[in-house]
């Protein structure tokens, strides 16, 4: 190396060369960190990489929220392209249709979808691919928000990967699609804590822009996060009137304000309606299952059930009243590294209170709420301590008589913002630790993060995940290709909502999957919140009641339904063209209910009573069209 010898330094070519260094890593760091969760992603979700274009993670004994949720993705590019609204549909549950206000339509899931859609025409492929870029983009954001509390990379990395790989979310990638999508979350706060530190209004702006993103994806999540605005506002107005400081108590409260009204004006396609559609009392909203979807106080320290190649989630347990630790609904597991980082991080409140004492806050009010109405310990609310046998009431009690908060009927899944505050206060833990280990053992500090971020990798591994294949029937391109206006009937025919159904359960569903492909209107359908009023209204129908089973198709049916005449005005007054007799699902999976001796009887009655011909048949289906539609 050249040195100058006067100044006893490297040359100016060298120290020239060795600031570009420095500044190239500067800008080469967070695509880096970017590309680490990339590859994180791809290895917690093997092996679907190696299927992007045909397969989905979906659990095998409910795969029915997956097809919605695709349905979802669907729709709302279908009614951008169209200009329409993306919250209503006459799509599903034709004729009646229904408001989407209430049921999970994951706006920005089908936004970020769309170029994915018209660029490959593949609904499948284009849904994985936003599922790695949404891992990747929880880790940056949460590495970022991290960053900005600990100023360590490293550390930033791993609480990065404890929010975008935590066992609650690789258990809603099987199907729940809009409570698997917490990316905004981190980016929202980063927000947040910027606007608290500078004042600018700008910050507070963008805060009020992902929550806005946060509300148009998913109400729920929504709503958890105006109770951590709540939190963060009211405990620093406290810190501010206890300083006695009105100048930063105005700025701050003036940037609630400038959030509020941001979030309010870029939520209201989807707000102002979901309120309307609440208040209504036109949708049932269920207010007795609070207890049954609470988190048990042992899920926070219990493995996944998918950890390693593990076991398939619990679907029920000994207690009718309450879903066990294991289950889709009480797996929430914390990790012991991450709870031990974040241990560690409580020795800085005496230096620093403020860094970490509003996350301990934030960590400690998600998961007591989480845990419902009912403290439940082992799957059990009732307790023995020295001969007597009692139950402890929890604040979610409180929380639940709130007006629009208190809508939703799973508390478990409130644990979201406690996952975020846990992987804040696990980098400051280990920033913590790195910082006391740097001047004893300079080499040992980073040393500790890779260890840290391969224990918590160890406790939070999930591949490989399970996978299922979805049909795709070349007979549904021509359903799809037919340029009349018509409607589709799939049989067996059922409606289902989020907690009940009427007709056959699972031809609800299908209706959600096929439509996606056939882009038709269809009697059937799933959604999560629809009206009482007309939800069975195809049950009164001739032939449409055949084709539900409601009671088994095997027979004959009623007397109405072998009434050709009436039949066919059923047919033409609803503009139905298209039958589809299924006999599997699309995964391959059978249906419930339904054997040969009611495919048979659908098959026969199709071609015989509603004179149909059938023009497309496979293993997975059959395709009936009218003879005389007009």
Known sequence: MAIDSAAGGPSPSVAASMERLALWAQRARWPAI????LVAAVVQTWPLAKHLKSSITVWWFFPYDAWQSLWNLWWVKDRLLHFGNPFHTSELFYPQGSNLYLHPVTFVNGVMSMPFQLLTGNLVLSWNIVALISFVLSGVGAAALSYHVSRNHLAAVVSGFIFAFAPFTMMRFGGHYNIFITWPIPFMLLFLLRFRETGRL???AFTGVFWAVITLNWLEFATDAALFLALFFA???????RRSDPAQLSVLWRGAGVLIVVWAVLSSPALIGSVRDLESGDYYQPTDQAESFSAD?????TPSPLWGPGDAPLIGGPNPNHLPVGSVEDTAFLGGTPLLLATIAL???RKDRHRALIWVIALFTFAILAMGPYLYINDSRHHHLLGVSFSVPMPYQLYDKLPFFGSRRVPARMIVFGIMSLSVLAGIGLTTAMEWLKPRARYLA????VVALGLVWLEYWSPPVYLTPLATPPGIDMIRDDPD????????LGRRNGWTYAGDPTGGPLANYYEALYHKPSIGGYLSRVKSEGFDWFLQQPGLHFLSCPSGCGGNGDAADQDKQAVQQVLRDNHIKYVIVHKLQPDGGGLFYIGEPEITAMTNYTRDVLGMEQVYDDYTLTIFRARDFS
């Open 297 to 301: 106080l042992l899920t926070f320290f």
């Open 446 to 449: 980073p040393a500790v993060a």
């Open 235 to 241: 405990y620093w107005s406290a810190v501010y009137f």
């Open 34 to 37: 970017a590309l680490f969760f």
């Open 347 to 349: 020795v800085t409140l």
């Open 485 to 492: 206006d018509f409607t589709v009937v799939d049989a067996p």
């Open 202 to 204: 700008r910050d507070a």
